[in-house]
Structures are given as structure tokens and as C-alpha cells.
């Protein structure tokens, strides 16, 4: 087991002039399950190919302990990748693809077989180790390309969107099963999905990425309770949190023809700005007399939950998501009047997108 860090990590592909990544400092604990999460292009998966040693560093390093790994090839890094696509050999039992990396280094029949027979156990996978690939789900599948990587007692578990060729229900199964797994075993692990439902649900610490640079990293619930920018606020939660600009007025500020009070120190940090961008959850919301009017374009309900989708009357085509009582019989086209909790309200600013806070 070992401690991760970048320290001003930068990757710049040939032929381009951006930086896929950007400076990346970041500090992974020993023990730590971190979640690099973002949109297609945010610099994760570059990030964790860095740290495997299959993208070089161009300035920066990369410390893996308290070795400087920056320049060393993969092999000497004590590492164990998990790719997507599990990159099974077709023609070899499962018990032959697990320990097939433990019979390139060298190491004795029965240990080869003890070691996989331990990791099988810890999988559920002892019945299927004389079994080929093609003989298996989806999901034994990914569990085999895990158990590869278990075999070999690595410092750190490297982990590229392993669960992206599941199915729904699979892969919520799968995510619990590789964090309780993550938990007994204790070994660091690096973990890049662009889910940010995988991200909340798995990770001790979640490291938001945008466009090559580091938006913020924390824990889950930080994250979602405390987003340090716009973009942050916009990407952690499902459904999203409402983003509403708002005109700021004495006492608040105006969506529509709707005041939400505002307290008047924190509309003094919003500098010579007219404007707040308003942070509502869907969760926040809660039906009233008096309110934003909302225009219903359609319930969603799920049963133990309902989410309203429409627009805000009076205002450009707002888009607004609630979460409301189930069974409703609200119907398209009619007028509701939503009310925000004053105490879950997030600020940030129309300038600078940063959070406004007391």
C-alpha cells in the first residue's frame, strides 16, 4: 500500500496546445478510494494513464509512496490497471487469465494457484475458474479482470470506467461489491468515471475535473452540500441542482415577478454584479401558495419519489426540476407555485461562478 501524489502534473498531446491536464496537484492518502470524475474531454482518464505510465508527464511528477515514478515505465511502478473492456485472453480458463501476469514475473505453480484461488474466493468466482471468457456475463467478466489485478498485491488499484459495459442493474450491484471489496482489501485506488452517481456512492474523496484542471475535491457529501463553483454545483447530484439567474433587488433577488430573500451581506459580495446565479436542489423545492410560478411540462413518478419538470413563468424559458409528492395529478400545461428552502439556497457569482458564502 502507498500514498499518491501529483504535484503539478501536466500532460499536453502532440499537436495540440491545451493541456489535457493541467497542473494537477493532488494527494491520495494510503488506503484512500479517490474518484476522478467528469465530462468526456475533463482530463481523468489522461490523468490516471499518467499514473500508470502509459502518458508521459511533460512538468510536473508523480509520486507513488515516497518513489518519484514520474519517469518510470509502467513495470516499475507496482501498480494494476482495470480497463472497461476487460482485455480478457478468449483461448485461456479464468484461472489461467488471472494468473497469467503472476507466470510473466516468474512466480511457482502453486503459488500462482494458491494466490488466485484466494482472490477467486474473495469474488464469488471458485466455480468458474476452469471456465473460458466467452462462458461468462458481463459482470463475471469484469469480476475476472478484478481478480487479475488482486493476484498481483499491487501499492495502488488503477481503475478506468470498469463498469461502463453493464447494464443498469448490474452495474449498481457491481460498484458495491468493488467498494466493500476496496474497503477489506485497503489498497489505494484510483477510480475514473464520468458517473457522478458512481463517484458519490463509492468514494471515500471525490476529485472533480473540467477541462484539465482540478475544480474541487472532497467528500461526497461536501461536494454536494458545498460546491465551490457553478460547474461543480451543475455536475454533483441527480437530478441536477436548478441554476437560476436572478436580478439583484433590496431584500433579494428577482426570478420573474418572484422574490427569494436574500440576506443583504451576502448580496454586498456580489461586487458590481446585477445578477446572482441561484443554486436550488430539486429536493429544496416544496409545493406553496406563494412561490415561483412554475408552468408543469411533466411528473415523473417513480413510486417513493416524483420530480416536476417546467419552465418559470414570467422568465426566459427557466427550466426548473423538483422533487414533490408522488401522485400528483398535475397535468401538462397547469400552474404551480414552488417555494425554496431559505437555509439550502446556494449563491454564486454571475462573474466569477465562484460560491457566495457568509
Known sequence: MATVSFKGATRVYPGTEIAAVDKLDLDIQDGEFVVLVGPSGSGKSTALRMLAGLEEANEGSIYIGDRDVTNSPPKERDIAMVFQNYALYPHMSVADNMGFALKMQGIHKEERAKRVLEAAKLLGLEEYLERKPKALSGGQRQR??????????????????????????????????????????????????????????????????????????????????????????????????????????????????????????????????????????????????????????????????????????HTDDQQIIARVGTRLHDEKGTIVHLAPQPEKLHLFSKSTELRITA
Open 144 to 313: 475476472v479482470a478484478m481478480g487479475r489485478a488482486i493476484v498481483r498485491d499491487p501499492q495502488v488499484f488503477l481503475m478506468d470506467e470498469p463498469l461502463s459495459n453493464l447494464d443498469a442493474k448490474l452495474r449498481v450491484q457491481t460498484r458495491t461489491q468493488i467498494a466493500e471489496l476496496q474497503h477489506r482489501l485497503g489498497v489505494t485506488t484510483v477510480y475514473v468515471t464520468h458517473d457522478q452517481i458512481e463517484a458519490m456512492t463509492m468514494g471515500d474523496r471525490v476529485a472533480v475535473l473540467k477541462d484539465g484542471l482540478l475544480q474541487q475535491v472532497d467528500t461526497p457529501l461536501n461536494l454536494y452540500d458545498a460546491p465551490k463553483n457553478l460547474f461543480v454545483a451543475g455536475f454533483i447530484g441527480s437530478p441536477a441542482m436548478n441554476l437560476i439567474e436572478a436580478q439583484i433587488v433590496d431584500g433579494g433577488a428577482m426570478i420573474g415577478d418572484y422574490l427569494v430573500p436574500i440576506a443583504r451581506n451576502l448580496l454586498a459580495k456580489a461586487g458590481d454584479d446585477k445578477t446572482i446565479m441561484l443554486g436550488i436542489r430539486p429536493e429544496s423545492f416544496h409545493l406553496a401558495d406563494e412561490g415561483l410560478a412554475v408552468k408543469v411540462s411533466v411528473i415523473e413518478d417513480l413510486g417513493s419519489d416524483a420530480y416536476l419538470y417546467g419552465s418559470a413563468v
